[in-house]
């Protein structure tokens, strides 16, 4: 109820002395009759403040008192006229100072009638919501067993409340809804729906994420509405629970086939004329319990790679073959899977993902990928992923798992570190130059502005402290791959 509502009950018969149209609009929470000096103990925010203006000894003391119940944040004042015969100037002067709507209430109607009427109009508006929330339920109950989708009830209750409305997974897919929404958006709710002490919780662009049933926050669904109301709507609630029946249904489905998958797994077969990647997922346990483990990990992994079911190895790794190009699956990986970090609970995941493989067999491209799992084990964040890309010598080493990388640049390249250490001479500079010259002694002087003879002699040295010889194809590969794991490891 408002003020401007106060006013309009003909039954009160008020008399507005001053208010704006602003003012007017304040709701008001309860109605509440004070006459002492200091009102501050016997007030509350949003109350309708009823006053037979006893207070008032000369008209300096209207200033003060209106300021003292501006500073409650009052809703309004509602003098009588039985003490004074009217309402003296100097209380409407001070209304007006402070802000606070004054509506004056005729001697016939004492203050016990203002709060009676107040007490039923809100029973009377708790009594209607009641029915409009049966109502709503029986309305989403029926839709449900109408075969309705979740799309269909969110846009229903979307078009009702004058909302926008979606249902979002935690790693920000969107099951449904009335708008288009923006990666910085998912970001938005995602980092909400995760982190929040508890929800419901309102991100920073306003809008109110709602968990759809209980469990972990991984694997549930969110409703997400805007704009976000002061307070949790029952329309929402209602929603967010009808909703929990499509997720169990969509779990449900999702383990049965898991269930089907890991009992008879099938076989591995040829992809002729197919253009798939495929998929491992490395799953590291944290060092103290955690509540997130693989059917959790394997629900969110279901949410980023659509429609495809993934199956476990031998050694408990998730492994998907999923339509797409390497570079696409790899960046959908690295950010969707890992808007999860805030809430892996130590655990650490870590993705390999093959070359996109037309001809070659299923078990060749899910080496690969496990080999690049492997590797991105060693990255020391909480979603690592690593593509395996077979087709160079390079991209083949890439899936040597990180350790052994910087065992074999230690190994080779160890003594020149070391010398440069000591001498300063530069070695592993003029090296780098060198291999990045394609092995032309000119420009590798040119670049470095060095002497042709200055340039040879360095890497004669290289060559007598590693024991290659650089006209040696095979030699010159061992090199530049130690010294592209030694600059990629500093780099970092």
């Not at 507005?16 to 309860?30: C, I, K, M, N, T």
């Not at 808007?339 to 899910?366: K, M, T, Y």
Request: charged letters at 25%; hydrophobic letters at 45%; one cysteine or more.
């Amino acid at each position: 109820m408002l003020v401007r509502d106060i006013l309009d009950a003909p039954q009160l018969r008020m008399q507005l002395l001053h208010g704006d149209d602003a003012e007017l609009a304040r709701p008001v929470a309860r109605v509440c009759a004070t006459d002492m000096p200091d009102p501050r103990p016997f007030v509350t925010p949003g109350a309708l403040v009823c006053t037979g203006l006893i207070w008032r000894q000369q008209a300096q003391d209207s200033d003060r008192y209106v300021g003292l119940l501006a500073a409650a944040g009052v809703a309004g004042i509602v003098a009588g006229q039985a003490l004074h015969g009217h309402v003296p100037e100097d209380v409407v002067a001070a209304c007006e100072r402070h802000g606070l709507p004054l509506l004056s209430a005729p001697q016939s109607v004492p203050f016990s009638r203002i709060i009676e009427y107040l007490a039923e109009q809100a029973a009377e508006l708790r009594w209607r919501r009641v029915q409009s929330r049966v109502d709503r339920q029986r309305r989403l109950l029926a839709a449900v067993a109408g075969g309705s989708s979740v799309g269909d009830l969110i846009a229903d209750i979307a078009v009702e409340q004058e909302i926008s409305a979606w249902l979002v997974t935690a790693t920000g897919h969107v099951v449904a809804g009335t708008a288009p929404l923006t990666e910085a958006d998912r970001d938005r709710i995602v980092a909400t729906a995760l982190t929040a002490p508890r929800l419901p919780a309102v991100t920073g662009g306003a809008m109110r994420v709602l968990q759809v049933g209980g469990g972990d926050r991984i694997t549930a669904w969110y409703l997400v509405v805007r704009p976000a109301a002061a307070e949790p709507e029952t329309f929402a609630a209602d929603l967010a629970a009808v909703i929990e029946f499509y997720r169990q249904r969509s779990t449900d489905r999702l383990h049965l086939d898991w269930e089907l998958v890991d009992r008879f797994p099938a076989p591995v077969v040829d992809l002729p004329g197919r253009s798939a990647v495929a998929v491992v997922c490395d799953i590291h346990p944290a060092e103290t319990p955690s509540s997130v483990g693989l059917p959790e990990v394997r629900v969110a992994l279901h949410d980023v790679l659509s429609g495809v079911t993934t199956s476990v190895d031998r050694e408990g790794r998730l492994v998907a073959v999923v339509p797409g190009t390497q570079d696409d699956i790899a960046g959908k990986l690295r950010h969707r899977m890992g808007r999860l970090a805030p809430a892996l609970n130590g655990i650490r995941l870590s993705f390999g993902v093959s070359a996109q493989q037309r001809d070659e067999s299923l078990s060749g491209a899910i080496a690969a990928a496990g080999a690049a799992a492997t590797a991105a084990g060693d990255d020391d964040t909480a979603v690592a992923v690593r593509i395996a890309d077979i087709d160079t010598a390079v991209g083949l080493f890439t899936a040597v798992p990180g350790g052994l990388q910087r065992r074999f640049a230690e190994r080779v390249l160890g003594p020149v570190v070391d010398y440069d250490r000591k001498t300063g001479a530069g070695l592993l500079e003029t090296l780098e130059v060198f291999l990045g010259c394609e092995g032309s002694w000119r420009q590798a002087a040119d670049r470095m502005h060095l002497h042709l003879n200055t340039v040879r002699y360095r890497i004669g040295r290289v060559e007598e402290l590693t024991g290659r010889d650089l006209g040696r194809i095979d030699d010159r590969l061992d090199l530049y791959l130690a010294m592209r794991t030694l600059t990629s490891h500093t780099a970092a």
